[in-house]
């Protein structure tokens, strides 16, 4: 059975970080792309960071790039976003995903197949 768990949100201050992990069962990280979504209430979902499966290249959000880092620790089978500088406006419930058909190219699609259940990330004062 196909499973993605997210840990690490929670609050933190302005200018501060945070370090989400996402771990997967079922399937191996190797062979899929890897995204990071974050979904602010009364906005839509938007993709965050992703990976290619392939060869590992990243991709990034304009409003995130030079913050926000993504990592696979294929051991681990578990992908990391190591998150920076945190702004009022990161807070968002944020979501790891994966998706077969994406691997070559992660951001071509925001229709990923698997979905974890989400972790909050408020960014706070």
């Known amino acids: 059975q196909f499973e993605l768990v997210e840990s690490g949100g929670g609050y933190v201050q302005p200018g501060g970080s945070l370090r989400l992990s996402c771990t997967a069962s079922?399937?191996?990280?190797?062979?899929?792309?890897m995204g990071w979504f974050r979904q602010a209430p009364g906005k839509e979902r938007e993709r965050v960071s992703c990976?290619?499966?392939?060869?590992?290249?990243?991709y990034y959000a304009d409003s995130v790039k030079g913050r926000f880092a993504v990592s696979v620790d294929y051991a681990k089978n578990t992908v990391y976003l190591d998150m920076g500088r945190l702004k009022l406006e990161d807070t968002a419930v944020y979501f790891c995903?994966?998706?077969?058909?994406?691997?070559?190219?992660?951001?071509?699609?925001?229709?990923?197949?698997?979905w974890g259940q989400g972790t909050q990330v408020t960014v706070s004062s």
């Open positions: 995903a994966a998706d077969q058909l994406a691997y070559k190219y992660c951001a071509g699609t925001n229709d990923y197949d698997y």
């Open positions: 990976v290619d499966g392939i060869d590992g290249t990243t």
């Open positions: 079922g399937f191996s990280l190797n062979d899929y792309a």
